[in-house]
Structure formats: C-alpha cells, structure tokens
C-alpha cells in the first residue's frame, strides 16, 4: 500500500553503481547549468528558486524515497523561515547563524511532529501532517513575533561570516547555489547509503523490512526529520534572500504547491523536484500578468499530471533512456 | 442564573447549542467524505469546492431560474452529483489500482480549477442568498434567540446523517456496498455492476457535500473559496472519526461542534486550533482514530 | 549523451523561464513613463481592488492628457497572489529591467511593506492604496512611498468618533483574533473612550471561521449600544449576514463595520445589511464628479461594479503622479518625484481635494456611510447615504504620534 510513485523500473541486481553515477552526472550537470545561469536570468529570480528547489528535494526525499507523501510540509519551510527572519532582524544575527537556527528549528518541529504522524501510514498519514501545519499555521498568526498578516519584513541579509557582503544579488545567488548543492548532494549521500537502501526497501515493502528485522518507524522518522531539516534549511535560506518572512510560508497551499513541484518534476529522481520548482515558480512569476487564471492553471497542471504524467518531467526521461537521474 | 468559571450557565447552554449546529455542518461534510473514502479509497480534497458550488446552484436556481430554497434542497445536490459523477467516470476511475495519493492530488487539483472558475466569474466576495420565507424570524428560549433556520438546520441534518447511517448499515443496498467494498471481485462474481455502485457512491457523497452547501447558503456568505478552509478543519474532523467510518465522523462531527464551542467561551485565542489538538491526543492514544478499525 | 541532453534541457528551460528579462533600460529618459500595478486579482480581495484597479489606472493615463501632449505611457499589471516573496520578486524584476517606475494598489500588507522596501532601496516609487498597515506612514515610511487611500488608523478613528459623537457611546467588539484585528480595536476603543464613550467588552473571532453566531451571542447579552466588527473581508460579510440572522439591529443595536468596501455590501445585498455603518474615503454617489467617474469606470469592468474606494485611490494617486512628472519633465528620480507629490495640492474627479503630509500620509475627508434600506434603494448601486464627514485632519493619524523618521518634530 506504500508504493507510492511509479518510478522507474527497477535496475538489475549489479546496477546500483551505474544507477548513481548516472544521477551524479546529473548533479554536476545541473550545478554547471546554475553556475552559468546568472548570464541568462534575473539572479534574485534564480535565488528564490533555488530556495524552493531545495524545498522540493527535501520533501521528495520523504516522498519519493520514502513513500510518505507529506501534506503539511511547509510548516518546516515556514517555521524556518520566520526563524531565521527574527534572528537576523530581532537578535541581529549574521546571516549563517540566521539560517543555522531556523534548520535547527525546523528539525525540532520534525522530531514533534514526526514522533505524532509516522505511526499512521497512507493517506491518514497525509491528513495528520495536514492538520499539524494547519495547527503551526494558526500559531504563527497569532503569534506577536510573525507580526500577523505584515510579516517579518526588511530582514538584514548582512554578512556571511563577517566577510561576504550579500547584499549584492548575483553574490547571495553563488552563496544560495553553494547551500542549495549542499543540501542536494546530502539527498543524494542519504539516498545511496545503506539508511536510504532500507528506506527504499521499507517503501517497496513494509511488511518484508519488518519480517528482516529492520525497526521501520526508526527509519521513516529518521527520514522525516531529515527531510523537515533540509525543509528548514530552504526556508531559512528563503528568509535572507527574500528578506521577509509571512504566513504565506507557512499557509497550506504552500504544502500543496510542493507537491505539485515534485510531482511536475518527478517524484523519486534526484534532480527531477528542481525542474518541478522552477517550472512552478515562473510560471507563478511570469503568467501572473495573466491574472485571475494563476489558480485554475496551478490545479490543471496537477490534474494533467496525476492523469498522464506521473513520472513527471524528468521521470520520464529518465525511463525513456532507462537510466536513474 | 448560576456563574460557572466567569460565565452563566444560560450563556453556557447558548453557547453549546450554537455549537451544535455548526457541528452539523461538520458531520454532513464529513459524512460525505466518510462515504466516499470507504467505497472509492480517495480523500476528496475536492469536497470544499463541491460544497461551495452546492452553495452557488441554489443561489443560481434561485436568481435565474427564480426556484427557491426547497427545490434547492434537493436540485442542487443532484445536479453537483452528477457532476461529481461524470468526474468520477472520467478521472477518477482511471486512478484505480494507483496509490491513494494520486486521488488525492487530483481532487486537489480538481478543487484549485473549481474555485478559480467560480472566482473569475463571481469574483471573490460572493453573493447574497436568503432565509427561507417559511423559516424567518426566531425563537426566544430564554437563555438565547435562536433563528428558525438555525433550529432547522440541526434537525434536518441530523435527520440525513441518520437516514444515511440507516442506509448504508441496515439495509439490503448497504449491505451490497459494504460488501463491494469489502472484496469487489466477489461481489462482481454475484452479478453486482460495482463499478456502477462505485459512481453512484461517489455522486451520493458529493450530494452531501452540496447539500450542507445549501444549508449554508442563507447564513454564511455564498463565495468561491467558502469551502477552501472549512476543508481542513472537517479533514481533521474525519481523521478523529475514524477514516471511513460512518458513525464515526457524524458523533465526531457533532462533538467536535462542541468543543469548538466551549472553546470560543473559554479560551478564544484556541478556537482555530482546538479541533487539531484533539486530533493530535486523539492519535496517540488511537492511531486509527476513534472509530476507526486499523490505522 | 545523457549528461548533455540534460544540460541542454536545463539550458532550454533556465532561457525559457528568463524569456523577456533583456529588455534595455536605456531608453527610459525619453518622454516615457512607465506604470505598474500589483494586486490580488486570484484571492480573496479580487474585488476589492484586482482587474478594476488595473482600469482605474488605464483610466487616469487617459485622463491626465498627458498622451495627447508626446508621452507615452506604458502600464504593466500582475496577480501577486497575496505573495509577498511573488510580489518583490515582480517588484524586483520590473524595475531592473525597465518595467516600472511607479507601483500602484499593492493589496495585502505583507506585498506592501516588502514592494516599499525594495522600492525605496531602488528609489522607484510606491503609491500604496490597498493595504491597510499604519505602519506604512509609521515606523516603514519612506520618502518613495505615498499612502493613499486609507489605514487602519484613520477607519478606526473616524468610525469610532462619528459614531460616538452620534450618541453610539457604548460599544462592544467582535475582533479577529490577529495583529491586524486587534489594532483596529484597540485604536477604536482609544477614539471612542476620548470622546466619552465606553467599551463594555469584546469577543474574538479566530480567522476564516464562518460562524459568528457565538461572539454575536455574546454582543447581543451584552447590551452595547453599538456593536463593532474588527474584522475584514469574508469575516466581515460572515459576520453581518449573521447579525442579521440573529436579530441584532431589530433589538435596536448598531453594527459598525471598521473595514468595509462597497463590493462587500453588493455582495451580501441589502436585507442582509441595511442601517450598517461603515467608513469609505470614496463614494461613488457622492457628487457629480465622482458619479462621473464612477459611471465610466463601471461600463469598463466585469458586472458593472462601481469602484471600491481602493481602486479610486489608484486613480486618484495615477493622476497625480503623473502630474508631478509632467512638471518635473522626464524623470525616474523617485524620492524627487514624492516630493513634487507632496508639495503640490492634489485635486481629481474621485477623490476631490486634498494634499499629502511629510509622512507620506495622503490627506483627504473621509466619510461615515449608512447602508440603506431595500425600498430606499432607487436604481442599482444605490447602496448608503452619507451620515457624517470627517475632515482628513480629524480622521487621520496626527503627525504628532507619527513613529515616522521622516517627520521634523
């Protein structure tokens, strides 16, 4: 009942090396691709996405290795946010303890939230999640220090370590890219390592891990804290780049449009939720001059895609050319 | 007039009906989702939308077509379940087989296209609907006014949600759903057209979605996006309930009502929050809810 | 292979989504003005300010002459979708490259106070007429920003004096339980204490919650003279509709509305909220001026709307804006742009008369509505009277108490 996304199809038993280096590529493909981007597109565009990208590979790791598809994701993403927000503006923090404090946040609220949702499994699983965001939601509208529907506004982006003036864009986007690969590249070394192997094993078949011996719930919430870390760590990031921090972050449409990334991307590739993100964000950006229909595109691309598109955009590729990206 | 914690117990009772009857809104709209999960396996994210646009057939009937209130009743939710229908014949059914996510990314999906239409061609502050002629006015019991539409709507819901029960496990119609659902092979072996059961299932459930959209009509503002937060809330109401269970989502539904209500008298500043913390106590102690058979 | 069809793809896609960036700035010094506006036109406040607020502008370019003399105005809209990180990205985007050198509307505090951050960083300017946070002529005033239209101080103050002053002394709060709902009360209750009234309490209302029934309950026991809903949008039209329902005005109490727009009251219709208050710095039948620009604005728009007084204020605030550059020349100079603004008088067809204050506060009357009953009502959007006028001196935020920087005190 755990097998979530139609992934590609299982490679042969002497694969595994092949499968990650293939993704691998793809990495340092993509990092190159970012790298040189700044030469085509807006750098506080390219930041922002960067920030969600992340956002989406962590909730894929959760989702597309894991088999737990989250509905409540962005009460890490928002959580964090706001974290970080009012360290940097209220405490004056410099920007990567800023952005250390709001991941750290975020996994605390993984471990509190994780040790209530994991027990349930499916679609409950999904519900439970939903609710406790809803419940982070309203506390961060009530709350004196989110400033309600204002937000945390005008957050310093200050200087990364004493040294690196971010005020500058194209600056902020090298240091985003740098936290973004190294957020991207921490999936990548949980998802091959023996602890990912039993994840997968886990989505594949839960009862076959249990009769092995392997403590599932230990696994899945291991996952999800990680998962809401890396969460955190996006959101975080989100707050210095954007200098803000407001209940839109934290609202669940947000979780919704997470999954919609992933999903347009591919659940359960590697670099397929980065695709997902900057998809969604420029089209948010960039069909927003048309206006009224932002809402009605957003729920037709889900629509299309749950019915014919299920790998996602990468997904697919990668099952064309049977290889694992 | 006796004080209790700083409130008398007139206010008190006043307060308890009051939530009452918004917890017959809840169990309506959890019903609907109860019935749809236990036959078709899909959380209908869409419900809230299917809801509001229960909401905007009345006002439609009443504004075009000048049918009122009590054709409403029973026009609007036939019309949005055959809506839901020809969803469910179209989509839905080619979800089968598929993780039960899938269903509900598409409902969700579903719901942002609804409330987007709904959006652009009514705008966003929606439209008048009123109180049934039959139904103005109020009573005074003393410790509070009560509308007649509001007394009406308590009796009237409860009377579908018990009717529906009644249905679905005491009759002979219930008994062939139960068992589609249990094993549908079986039950197709016995000449029973289950996927036909399936849409009908799905049209009844959506039905009771737009039904409390009808009931709303006349007290809260008719509007596209009137069922967007509500949904939530009755998620958590169903996910309390037991996923799936009849009786559970409408004792649920009722009683968390209530506790809303006590909440609004007590401790205001919880009165958002109050229905998820339950949820929360709920699942440690049962993680499959309080009605529910296995998580 | 892989590797290099994966490149190109992203290449393909980083390009696509980058699309029209490259558009020179350098031809922005000839007699060209460019015009954005930011909005909610998908959410909850569509109505309120939206698609309209886009005409209302393309109505004052046309109105201001200006294209007639050689200019040439550009206008440029977009659905910020409530985001405030959507809304600076545009903001952002726009001014780098060249789109905009005005921001007009910005519904929602949060898009607000991020687009005036960036605006005043990039000394663009921001005529702020939807979003309702004092702070913006507060503690994040700036010398790029005007605002408008209205805020939470000046509806609180003014509905709180005129009402009170009426003989409306004794009120009760129903307040949305948020910073936003809280200020409303709590800059009500200082207005009408001032002036010898009393509050005798106060129910709060969590967000998004449709029912009222239990905080109306608590209005009704408690025997207020006048009931105030410190609260906005869907919440305030809920909460109307159900005082209706339960029978509050027939008891001989008196709703006020603390923030209200005349779409709200289309949208519940007048049985629901006949003998209303509620305070507009714009009403459409207010004169022959502003009938004038309500009936051309009404044959360009969807049903045939009157504008709510956010999109007057994006009017009003255009024409003058475009006054000031035409007499200052081709300029993007935004801070002297703002201070043309604020020493010349503005006058318009909808907002009549007034000037702006060294905070970036926007002076004008503001007026006490009273919703009409249905058989008053004679033709459509026949929907209030005018009960009082208060001057901008009396309803507005004095500069005294002002937290902003920019005043000399």
């Known amino acids: 009942m755990t097998d979530i996304a139609p992934h590609a199809p299982a490679p042969p038993a002497s694969a595994p090396a092949a499968k990650s280096s293939t993704e691998l590529l793809a990495i340092a493909g993509l990092a190159l691709v970012l790298a040189a981007a700044p030469l085509a597109a807006y750098p506080f565009f390219l930041a922002q996405a960067l920030c969600l990208a992340l956002f989406a590979c962590a909730f894929n790791l959760l989702v597309g290795y894991g088999g737990l598809l989250s509905f409540g994701h962005a009460m890490f993403y928002g959580s964090a946010s706001y974290l970080a927000a009012h360290a940097a503006k209220v405490w004056g923090l410099p920007p990567e303890a800023a952005i250390l404090a709001g991941t750290l946040g975020a996994g605390l609220l993984g471990l509190a939230s994780g040790a209530l949702s994991i027990r349930s499994q499916g679609i409950y699983f999904s519900m439970i999640t939903l609710a406790l965001a809803q419940l982070v939601y309203f506390i961060a509208l009530q709350s004196p220090y989110t400033h309600g529907e204002d937000g945390v506004q005008a957050v310093p982006r200050g200087k990364l370590f004493g040294l690196i003036d971010l005020s500058n864009d194209v600056t902020l986007y090298y240091v985003v890219l740098a936290i973004f690969l190294f957020g991207l590249f921490s999936i990548y070394r949980i998802v091959h390592s023996p602890f990912g192997t039993v994840l997968k094993a886990i989505r594949e078949n839960e009862t076959r891990a249990i009769s092995l011996g392997y403590r599932v719930d230990q696994y899945k919430r291991a996952a999800f804290v990680l998962s809401a870390t890396l969460a955190g760590l996006a959101g975080a990031t989100k707050a210095i780049v954007a200098q803000s921090a407001t209940l839109t972050d934290v609202h669940w449409t947000t979780s919704g449009e997470v999954i919609l990334m992933t999903l347009v991307g591919g659940m359960g590739t590697m670099v397929g939720p980065v695709f997902g993100a900057f998809v969604i964000l420029a089209m948010q950006n960039y069909l927003s001059t048309f206006g009224q229909w932002v809402m009605v595109i957003q729920g037709a691309i889900f629509v299309v895609s749950v019915l014919s598109f299920r790998r996602g955009l990468i997904g697919e590729i990668a099952n064309r050319f049977k290889i694992s990206l | 007039m006796i004080p209790l914690l700083g409130i008398t117990t007139q206010a008190l009772f006043a307060q308890l009906l009051v939530g009452l009857i918004n917890g017959a809104f809840y169990a309506l709209l959890s019903l609907g989702l109860a019935v749809i999960f236990g036959m078709l396996n899909i959380v209908n994210f869409a419900h809230g939308a299917l809801y509001m646009m229960g909401a905007f057939f009345a006002w439609f009937l009443l504004n075009a077509l ?8 029973v026009l609007a939710p036939l019309g949005v379940a055959i809506f839901g229908m020809i969803v469910e014949r179209t989509m839905l059914t080619r979800l089968q087989g598929l993780d039960h996510i899938y ?28 109180v049934p002629e039959l139904l103005k006015g109020g009573a005074n019991l003393g410790f509070m006014y009560l509308p007649n539409y509001r007394a009406w709507t308590i009796v ?5 949600c018990l009717l529906t029960w009644f249905a679905i496990e005491k009759t002979r119609l219930g008994a062939v759903l139960r068992a589609a659902t249990e094993n549908p092979q079986l039950t197709r072996a016995f000449g ?3 996927p036909r059961l399936i849409t009908l299932t799905y049209g009844f459930g959506v039905g009771l979605a737009a039904l409390a959209g009808v009931l709303a009509a006349p007290i809260y503002q008719v509007r596209p996006l009137m069922g967007a937060d509500l949904i939530v809330v009755v998620f958590a109401v169903v996910v309390i309930g037991g996923m799936g269970s009849i009786m559970g989502s409408i004792v649920t539904g009722f009683a968390l009502g209530l506790i809303e209500g006590l909440t ?17 106590l709920v699942l440690l102690v049962k993680p499959a809810g309080l009605f529910g058979r296995k998580a | 292979m892989m590797k290099r069809s994966l490149a190109g793809a992203a290449c393909g896609l980083m390009l696509a989504s980058a699309g029209s960036l490259f558009v020179s700035a350098a031809l922005a010094q000839e007699k060209t003005i460019k015009v954005g506006v930011l909005t909610d036109m998908s959410g909850p406040y569509g109505d309120v300010g939206g698609a309209g607020s886009t005409v209302a502008a393309q109505m004052a370019i046309e109105d201001s002459g200006m294209l007639a003399k050689g200019w040439k105005i550009d206008l440029i809209s977009a659905d910020h979708q409530n985001k405030a990180d959507v809304g600076s990205n545009l903001a952002r985007e726009w001014i780098d490259q060249g789109k905009a050198d005005v921001f007009l509307d910005l519904l929602t505090s949060s898009v607000a106070l991020a687009v005036n951050q960036i605006v ?3 000394n663009k300017v921001a005529l702020i007429s939807g979003a309702a946070s004092s702070d913006l002529t507060g503690k994040a005033c700036s010398p790029n920003s005007i605002h408008w239209t209205y805020d939470t101080f000046s509806q609180a103050n003014s509905t709180g004096k005129a009402i009170t002053k009426a003989g409306g002394d004794s009120w009760f709060f129903v307040t949305a339980d948020y910073a936003f709902g809280k200020a409303l009360e709590r800059d009500t209750t200082t207005v009408v204490t001032a002036n010898g009234g009393k509050v005798i309490g106060n129910a709060m209302a969590p967000l998004n919650n449709a029912d009222f029934s239990s905080q109306l309950l608590q209005a009704q026991s408690s025997k207020a003279k006048v009931v105030g809903l410190a609260n906005a949008g869907a919440d ?7 005082a209706a329902e ?3 005005t027939q008891g001989g109490q008196k709703l006020a509305a603390l923030l209200m727009f005349i779409t709200d009251v289309n949208a519940l219709g007048l049985p629901a909220a006949q003998g209303l208050e509620f305070t507009e710095s714009f009403y459409w039948d207010l004169n022959d001026k502003t009938r004038d620009f309500a009936n051309r604005y009404s044959k360009r728009v969807k049903n045939g709307a009157m504008p709510t007084m956010v999109q007057a204020g994006v009017y009003s605030s255009l024409i003058h804006y475009l006054k000031a550059v035409e007499s200052l020349g081709p300029t993007t100079d935004g801070a002297a742009i703002v201070s043309t603004m604020k020493a010349m008088p503005t006058d318009d067809e909808a907002m009549g008369a007034g000037y702006i204050r060294q905070d970036g506060r926007k002076i004008h009357p503001v007026y006490l509505l009273q919703v009409k009953k249905p058989s008053e009502s004679k033709y459509p959007w026949d929907y209030a009277s005018v009960v009082a006028t208060i001057p901008g001196e009396e309803a507005f935020r004095p500069l005294a108490q002002s937290e902003c920087p920019l005043v000399t005190k």
Not at chain 2, 109 to 129: D, H, K, R, T
């Open chain 2, 66 to 73: 000048h049918i009122g209130y009590w054709p409403a009743l």
């Open chain 2, 103 to 130: 269903g509900l990314l598409l409902t969700f999906g579903l719901a942002l296209i609804i409330q987007g239409l709904f959006q652009n061609y009514f705008g966003s502050s929606g439209q008048p609907y009123p």
């Open chain 2, 156 to 160: 009237f819901s409860l009377a579908v």
């Open chain 2, 192 to 194: 029973v057209n289950v």
């Open chain 2, 264 to 280: 609004k008298v007590f401790y205001p500043q919880a009165a958002n929050t109050v229905v998820f913390v339950v949820m929360a």
């Open chain 3, 120 to 122: 005043k960083e990039k």
């Open chain 3, 236 to 242: 305030t039209a809920n909460s109307i509709k159900q």
């Open chain 3, 246 to 248: 339960f029978g509050l």
